[in-house]
Each structure stands twice: as C-alpha cells, then as structure tokens.
T-cell receptor, first 115, second 113 residues
Framework: EPEVTQTPSHQVTQMGQEVILRCVPISNHLYFYWYRQILGQKVEFLVSFYNNEISEKSEIFDDQFSVERPDGSNFTLKIRSTKLEDSAMYFC?????????????FGEGSRLTVL | QQQVKQSPQSLIVQKGGISIINCAYENTAFDYFPWYQQFPGKGPALLIA?????SEKKEGRFTISFNKSAKQFSLHIMDSQPGDSATYFC????????????FGPGTSLSVIP
C-alpha cells in the first residue's frame, strides 16, 4: 500500500540551527501539507502546497519556515533558526488527484527536539 | 471560527462497551467532517467521515452522528475492543480551502479488558 515517508524520524538540534525535514508523498498525489503536534496536544495545520506554490498557511508558519518541492518526489520543510518552542512532531501529509474527499494521508512524523 | 471543540479529553471504556466522543464547530462553511485515529508513534489515519447533508454514517462498529442545526457531531464505537485504544481526533475541512483539515484537541481512548 502506498504511504507517505518522512525522514529523519527524530532530530535533535541546538537553538538557532537550521533544520530540514523531508517527506516523500504518495507518488500520484498533488496536494501536500505540513502539520505539527506538540506533545500531547492537537494536530495543528502549518501549510498546504499545490502546483509548486503555497496555497495556504497558518499564523504559525512565519518567515522562519519555508517549504519546497525540489524534485518530483520530495517535499521539504525548512526551519531557518530553530526555537525551543519548535520542538514538536512534524507530520507531512498528501492527498490525491480527483474529486474532493478531504482525506489526507499522513506520514509517521519527524520528532524535532530543540535544545 | 476555525476551531473544532472535542470532549472528553480522555475516556476509559470496558471491552464490549460503547465509546462516545463529541465534537462541535462554529464555522458553517465546513463541509466535510472526518475522524482520524492515531496510535502511539504513528501519524493520524482517516477512520470515517461524513458530509453535512446526511445525519448518520456507519462503517462497521463506527458510527458518526451529525446534527447540522446544532453544529455538533459525534463518534460512537460499538463493542469497543482493546485494539481501539488510541487517540481520536474529530476534524473539519472545506473544499474551498485546499482540504486544510482543522483538528479537534483529541480524545485518548483506553479500552480495558
């Protein structure tokens, strides 16, 4: 069964460092998303990406964040200068072409720990 | 307006019992209401979903009840099993918003033997 894969599974970084989280969405999917989940809290929308551009972003997704689809398979989230409060689980998700279903397929997440 | 409220925060149910999780929303532009299930160490996975033009949807032991006028919906898990122990998120989305899914805060369900 096709799945969304994310790397790394866990990254520890020092405050102020740049971090890149990588995702390989399901191959025929066209819509891509990043969400984050702070430990024990709800899953929060960060950004959606379609047709090689950001389609929507939340207030959390400030200038420190950026997304890119550098080739036909990867989708990355970059945090330029990490803060302690960026520590969270980051989930990549994708959705397929065709009619609206509202179903997103999530990866298993990348845990980011900022020290 | 974008918020989805969910209760209870945690729930303990005996095996074979009924688990009920309730949610409410404010934004009437939402037109799709999925429930996601998340096991520890995994990403959320779609469990069941409903559109506001129906009042109930059933898939196996899982049923969504939807009250459009009250802007409330709920998940019922019949004959709850220990394997159902997980965190459940109600959610809402709208087609005009690239399927951005707004999650509720989650309910941690424990089904005890």
């Amino acid at each position: 069964e096709p799945e969304v894969t994310q790397t790394p599974s866990h990254q520890v970084t020092q405050m102020g460092q740049e971090v890149i989280l990588r995702c390989v969405p399901i191959s025929n999917h066209l819509y891509f998303y990043w969400y984050r989940q702070i430990l024990g809290q709800k899953v929060e929308f960060l950004v959606s990406f379609y047709n090689n551009e950001i389609s929507e972003k939340s207030e959390i997704f400030d200038d420190q964040f950026s997304v890119e689809r550098p080739d036909g398979s990867n989708f990355t989230l970059k945090i330029r200068s990490t803060k302690l409060e960026d520590s969270a689980m980051y989930f990549c998700a994708s959705r397929g072409p065709g009619g609206f279903t509202g179903e997103l397929f999530f990866g298993e997440g990348s845990r980011l720990t900022v020290l | 307006q974008q918020q989805v409220k969910q209760s209870p925060q945690s729930l303990i149910v005996q095996k074979g019992g009924i688990s009920i999780i309730n949610c409410a929303y404010e934004n009437t532009a939402f037109d799709y209401f999925p429930w996601y299930q998340q096991f520890p160490g995994k990403g959320p996975a779609l469990l069941i979903a409903i559109r506001p033009d129906v009042s109930e949807k059933k898939e196996g032991r899982f049923t969504i009840s939807f009250n459009k006028s009250a802007k409330q919906f709920s998940l019922h898990i019949m004959d709850s099993q220990p394997g159902d122990s997980a965190t459940y998120f109600c959610a809402a989305s709208m087609e005009t918003s690239y399927d951005k899914v707004i999650f509720g805060p989650g309910t941690s369900l424990s089904v005890i033997p």
